[in-house]
């Protein structure tokens, strides 16, 4: 692995970690780990700031060579080229679906084909490119934040998550497919309240809570979904605790379809831009989905969600809660208490925050620019 300042990376060259934004109030990863750097992302990292990354490769030459003949960068372009067309056509396809102007009583047959086809597309594309989903949850931002985007992150986020729990090609297809689909009644709500900026009155509150019954009746009504594809739709707001709605179901009644739904539907709506507050980092959505596990989540699907988005990957800057600041060396079975290697004053000590309980909070600062801190 080789340490590479932004200024010196060439098309071709792949990423041996995860890039991510270096304050911890704009969190997020910005590529993954084994990425295939193009002209497109270099210009992205330069326009965040950041100043290094870590690439396979034992000398700058060698890595500029990684992958980097002509034939395959072309591939690659393509490549990214078909995916970004699939992300707009399926932005387009749902566009169709939710914004209709009249209440939806059932979905058509085209519809249904145009939901399956954008299922397919997000499992294979998740399966085949590990720099899919990072980077896709980035370029999702710069659309406006209609129900039908945060559809679509919210199955891609839960593709990502079936992985981490094992789940086998059909069940996946099920929750990616109820993913897509799980705010689809909020087509037959008042469309003045599923906007509004502020706080929701208590009328306003209990007309949104009839949008899983709504979503679940629409889809039903087709005939075209499996019994877990309605109960994903029909039981996503419930609560591990019972505390949800619209039945108050509890535990591991609430089918594994809506506890996977869940999970990303509350980590993408408040990761994301909304009027009346600004969105949280990764890292603090991570805290709260951990500290609501049990309670709001399933601790089971919560971890699995965890392992699939580390928001401290290794290598990542951080500040403790008595001030000093580290690297992240190693982690845990809980990747929010990773190991931390201590730098200046205290340099060469390492704390196992799993087991450490001096140090509550963490704050990212940055990415390591420093030599190798794995030896």
């Not at 890595?63 to 393509?78: D, F, H, I, P, T």
Request: proline content about 3%; aromatic content about 8%; charged content about 25%.
């Amino acid at each position: 692995m080789l340490i590479v300042p932004v200024n010196k990376l060439r098309e071709g060259m792949q990423l041996a970690d995860n890039v991510d934004s270096t304050t911890a109030h704009e969190y997020q990863t910005l590529l993954q780990k084994g990425t295939f750097l193009s002209s497109g992302m270099i210009d992205m990292l330069k326009e965040k700031g950041i100043k290094t990354v870590h690439i396979v490769g034992g000398g700058i030459e060698d890595a500029s060579n990684v992958k980097g003949s002509y034939a395959q960068k072309a591939l690659r372009e393509q490549r990214d080229r078909e995916r970004n067309e699939r992300i707009g056509k399926a932005l387009r396809d749902l566009d169709e679906i939710f914004d209709c102007n009249e209440e939806i009583k059932e979905l058509s047959q085209t519809a249904v084909k145009k939901v399956d086809g954008i299922a397919d597309d997000i499992i294979n594309d998740i399966a085949n490119d590990s720099s899919f989903l990072g980077n896709q949850m980035i370029a999702l931002q710069n659309y406006d934040d209609y129900t039908y985007k945060h559809c679509l992150r919210v199955s891609m986020l839960s593709a990502s998550v079936c992985g981490e729990l094992s789940m086998t090609p059909d069940k996946t297809k099920e929750v990616v497919v109820a993913g897509l689909l799980h705010d689809i009644g909020k087509s037959n709500i008042d469309h003045d309240i599923i906007i509004k900026p502020g706080k929701l009155t208590n009328e306003e509150f209990e007309e949104i809570k009839r949008h899983p019954l709504i979503g679940y009746n629409i889809l039903k009504a087709g005939g075209n979904y499996s019994p877990n594809v309605l109960a994903g739709v029909l039981y996503h707001q419930e609560k591990y605790d019972g505390s949800g709605y619209p039945t108050g179901i509890a535990g591991d009644k609430i089918p594994l379809i809506a506890r996977v739904l869940t999970v990303c539907d509350v980590f993408d709506a408040l990761t994301s831009n909304r009027p009346y507050r600004v969105p949280w980092s990764v890292a603090e959505t991570e805290e709260y989905i951990l500290g609501g596990s049990g309670t709001h989540f399933d601790l089971e699907v919560a971890q699995a969600f965890l392992r699939a988005f580390n928001p401290y990957p290794v290598g990542t800057m951080v500040q403790l809660s008595d001030g000093r600041h580290g690297v992240v060396i190693a982690h845990s079975s809980n990747v929010l208490r990773p190991t931390v290697r201590i730098m200046g004053k205290f340099a060469g000590e390492e704390l196992d925050l799993m087991n450490d309980f001096r140090f509550l909070t963490i704050s990212v600062t940055g990415i390591y620019t420093g030599d190798d801190y794995s030896s």
